[in-house]
């Protein structure tokens, strides 16, 4: 049963639905996400590649002031610098070295300046064998004791190289021990790790979690 | 030759025409989905122009319900050929003219599949990189190349098939048995092979243990004969409601039969995997507890899934009960299921797969404000094509759209419809 | 009884009332819905980068001649130019022959700082907002490699925390990648030189790459990529770190434009502690095959799937 008088109203119905349609998209009013909030930035000089110290060698090349390696300058020639422990058998750094922090091998190994420097000549450095090292190839000295370690260094494996890995197109650029590590406290401090990733929907919410659309 | 095109062509322009033809209940039903579609559109329009980021979906859940509804629409439209078995291969003649329905059903869903498919594409402008011989098809490796296709070549099937035995009626001749029995046979097995590529595309995953299964498959086919016959179920009765065409409940009841074994297996299946997951304590299973149970604090889709057990529970027990002969509750059961089965394929077998990912993280997914309009949008189109394909189809079969009567006209309304006999096209 | 000619509903209607105020209803609807279909579409409007006729036609990379070739980065660095200011050297690098890239992560000296995370983003023109970052480094605890058990967002004071180890995962780019396996359009595959890398322009973002990785290390633009401009690195190549547009993916390439000239990759120069190895797999002395020759525990990760990476992570400590 129908009443066929309908039809009509129904269309011209239909026909202000579609107007009203028409205007209500053109006002466009819904379906965008939320504006996101901003990720800041990453600080550029987080990213630089170098390395945190400079070695000795780096000092030479860069033709800088070397003056605070004149150990001769205070000390006496032929005079050996006395150690002084506490007694804790800790070492007491003399104050004109106040920079350096004693933290070579814990529980108190290595608890002795003229296990590497020499006290004989203060300008150089000595492994175990007699050998005198000057200071720009401590990495020697480093490796006499630590041999896996200079091991995988000489092969590559331990520390980083810069460069090119294809040395016939550039030069690879091989770090020193103390580019890296600090020969008096060489295991590294921790550091504040930079910044997690900002996922585009956070756990449980569909709308994400940045900038501004255009719109 | 030329007069055959021109009769076609006369043919194809009474059946657009008649699409725009109905009474008042018809253009409210069609202004609605129109409605739904162009909100749809507009949605998909902000998609376009602002890209995926308008949805909720993420690089951690990359699919969403965009490839949800394809994933059950594949396995709809797969199902239309249940229907064509018994038809074809048992001989039975209840169902003869309800295979077309069916079929123009499976056409709609093909349509609405391809549809989300490419709604969910981040470059659509280059679909053209996907056409053989043109773009660089990844056939056979990739299991989406295989997908375009067999969707496709299923779609061109069933509007050869539906396309020729209605053309065949409309010009009142016997439709040539050489012209669709091999398709028909070819479509038994290419409907198996569109839900079967389509869950290839999931197992083949070796990186993600949720769907990397052997269970998928079977999983995939016994869900999609379920829901899609019911389906059918509550689409021939709104025809018969709508249009008076003749409609037994004994094909009715046929179908239920389909529905209710092939429910039986989707539980049992359904058994097997929730044992299988929770009884070794292995690792691998740890997207199986998100989706039962919840991790670490999350769990939106625990709601989900037991609903979807639940109805589908309750559905098995109807349809297993002889009081499901009855059409009240046939009914019942079927929106039950229909229901529960598109949450499982959905929320039950895509959203898990990406939770937690590859690597352990957990984030969520739900769908925007905007990706629910697209879906809606696609599916009120996919209701507005099978509406049109029924307006032109039913007066076809019951002789009232005919050559016969090319041009000639008749007084009173067209739409009160005399009791036709459903007449046999073999 | 004479046979009767059913009725036409087409006819009938026509008889029925198509009257001119009928037909004008008609035109009336199908205009205002017309209307509404026009106005549905008005967010194209906002587009912000239309495919343009030269970007559409544009071939495969693979099919591409060295004149195509030619106009196609020139293209890339006009573009470049009008978006963000700063004219950009996009050059095409080809694998070198006789060269296989393998990298290796030092889980010992690891201590999770994400430096790499951020030197890749800058040399990689990596979108900031929505945020894509190829590597993503896991604080894992110590005793498993469940990566379940792993931590994405730690935000400690200091690192490396006790009790803890972090492992960074980029693409493996493995021997056997699935990704290229399940692109419908080969628009990912892998160069002789062992990357995978993706054709910008080929890509039509269906990432299904993306759920196939085992590793979670294909990224995908949901928007506009925003780089601001004076972050820019102007030293682009066409498969490597040219900007990239909406809808496409997008992944570790181990730097190809900085690793097809001979150079480290910007993740391992940042490096504090040195702890990412790469190189030639074929030399036998590069530092990579010395790593793998000499130490004895090292692995891929997720190897019961077969990838086969050429990504190792080994310990010396």
């Not at chain 2, 055959?4 to 194809?12: D, G, K």
């Not at chain 2, 086919?221 to 016959?229: E, I, K, M, N, Q």
């Not at chain 3, 058990?149 to 935000?155: N, R, V």
Request: charged residues 20%.
């Amino acid at each position: 049963m129908h009443s066929p008088n309908r039809t009509p109203l129904v269309l011209s119905l239909l026909a202000l639905v579609f107007v009203g349609l028409a205007a209500a998209f053109l006002t466009d009013s819904w379906g965008y996400p939320a504006p996101r909030p901003q990720i800041p930035l990453v600080d550029k000089a987080l990213l630089d590649p170098a390395t945190v110290r400079r070695s000795y060698r780096d000092l030479i090349k860069a033709k800088e002031d070397l003056s605070d390696f004149d150990c001769y300058g205070c000390h006496e020639k032929g005079h050996p610098p006395p150690l002084r422990y506490d007694e804790n058998h800790k070492l007491i750094v003399p104050t004109e070295h106040a920079d350096v922090v004693m933290g070579h091998g814990t529980h108190g190994r290595n608890n002795n300046c003229f296990n590497c420097h020499n006290e004989n000549n203060l300008t150089t450095l000595q492994p175990r064998d007699g050998r005198e090292l000057r200071l720009e190839d401590s990495t020697e000295l480093c490796g006499s004791c630590h041999g896996p370690t200079y091991r995988d260094w000489d092969s590559g494996a331990h520390g980083r190289i810069n460069g090119y890995w294809n040395t016939k197109l550039g030069p690879a650029v091989k770090k020193d021990c103390v580019n890296c590590h600090n020969p008096h406290s060489p295991r590294f401090p921790g550091r504040k790790p930079l910044p997690g990733p900002h996922p585009l929907r956070a756990p449980g919410v569909s709308e994400p979690t940045a900038e501004t659309t255009s719109h | 030759m030329i007069t055959a095109a021109r009769n076609y062509l006369v043919f194809l322009r009474r059946c657009a025409r008649i699409a725009f033809v109905g009474d008042w209940r018809y253009y409210t039903w069609m202004g609605v989905l129109t409605v739904v579609a162009l909100f749809g559109l507009n949605a998909y329009a902000k998609q376009f122009a602002h890209g995926l980021i308008v949805t909720g979906m993420s690089d951690e859940v990359s699919w969403g319900v965009y490839i949800a509804n394809f994933t059950f629409l594949v396995g709809v439209a797969a199902a239309a050929v249940m229907m064509v078995i018994p038809v074809y291969i048992y001989d039975n003649e209840e169902l003869h003219d309800l295979v077309i329905f069916g079929e123009l059903l499976a056409v709609a869903a093909i349509i609405m599949c391809l549809m989300f498919v490419t709604v969910d594409l981040g470059r659509p402008d280059r679909f053209w990189h996907l056409i053989p011989g043109i773009g660089q098809f990844n056939f056979p490796a990739s299991m989406l190349s295989w997908d375009v296709i067999v969707l496709n070549g299923y779609l061109l099937l069933n509007v050869h098939i539906c396309g020729y035995l209605l053309y065949s009626r409309y010009r009142g001749v016997k439709p040539g048995k050489w012209f669709y029995i091999p398709f028909v046979f070819v479509a038994i097995f290419w409907a198996v092979s569109i839900h079967t590529v389509t869950a290839f595309l999931y197992v083949g995953l070796g990186g993600r243990p949720f769907w990397n299964s052997s269970i998928v498959g079977p999983r995939f086919l016994a869900s999609a004969f379920t829901a899609g016959p019911a389906l059918i179920i509550l689409a021939l009765q709104v025809i018969r409601r709508v249009t008076h065409y003749h409609i037994t409940d004994k094909a009715l009841l046929t179908l239920r039969a389909i529905v209710q074994v092939s429910m039986l297996i989707n539980v049992f299946l359904l058994v097997n995997e929730v044992f299988k997951e929770f009884y070794s304590g292995n690792l691998h299973v740890i997207s199986s507890r998100y989706l039962f149970l919840g991790l670490h604090g999350h769990h939106a889709l625990v709601p989900w899934i037991w609903s979807a057990i639940t109805l589908n529970l309750i559905a098995m027990v109807i349809l297993v009960l002889p009081l499901s002969r009855s059409l009240k509750y046939l009914n019942v059961a079927c929106v039950l299921s229909i229901v529960g089965i598109w949450i499982e394929k959905g929320m039950g077998l895509v959203i898990p797969g990406f939770i937690p990912t590859p690597l352990g993280a957990v984030v969520e997914y739900t769908p925007s404000l905007n990706e629910t309009l697209v879906c809606f949008g696609i599916w009120a189109f996919g209701l507005l094509c099978y509406t049109i394909f029924l307006r032109m189809s039913v007066p076809i079969l019951q002789g009232r759209l005919a050559k016969a009567n090319e041009g000639i006209s008749e007084p009173g309304p067209d739409d009160v419809v005399e009791d036709a006999p459903a007449a046999s096209h073999s | 009884m004479p046979p009767t000619v059913p009725t036409d509903p087409l006819a009938a209607a026509a008889d029925a009332g198509m009257s001119r105020r009928s037909f004008l209803r008609t035109s009336a609807v199908l205009a205002t819905g017309l209307a509404a279909v026009a106005a549905s579409l008005k967010p194209l409007f906002e587009m912000e980068d239309i495919t343009s006729a030269e970007q559409f036609m544009q071939k495969y990379y693979k099919e591409l001649t060295p004149e195509d070739m030619k106009k196609v980065l020139a293209r890339v660095e006009r573009e470049v130019e009008k978006q963000y200011g700063i004219r950009p050297h996009v050059r095409d690098l080809k694998p070198m022959d006789g060269v296989e890239f393998a990298y290796a992560l030092n889980l010992s000296r690891c201590i999770g700082c994400r430096k790499c995370v951020h030197a890749c983003v800058a040399e990689n023109n990596q979108s900031r907002s929505p945020e894509i970052q190829y590597i993503r480094v896991l604080k894992m605890p110590h005793g498993t490699f469940d990566v379940e058990k792993g931590d994405h967002y730690y935000a400690s004071e200091k690192v490396p925390e006790k009790g803890f180890f972090y492992m960074p995962i980029q693409c493996q780019q493995c021997h056997n990648p699935p990704c290229v396996k399940v692109c419908p359009v080969h628009a990912t595959w892998q160069e002789t030189d062992g990357i995978t890398v993706i054709d910008y322009d080929w890509c039509i973002g269906c990432r299904y790459c993306e759920a196939a990785c085992p590793y979670w290390a294909r990224r995908f633009n949901f928007t506009k990529p925003s780089i601001p401009a004076d972050r820019i690195n102007p030293n682009m190549s066409y498969l490597g770190n040219r900007p990239r547009r909406q809808g496409v993916m997008e992944k570790c390439h181990f730097c190809v434009q900085r690793t097809r000239d001979g150079r480290y990759p910007a993740c391992l120069e940042v490096c504090p502690t040195g702890s990412r190895k790469f190189g030639n797999i074929l030399d036998p002395e590069s530092e990579i095959s010395q790593i793998l020759r000499t130490k004895r525990v090292f692995m891929q990760l997720k190897e019961d799937v077969g990838t086969n990476p050429r990504f190792f992570y080994y310990f010396d400590v």
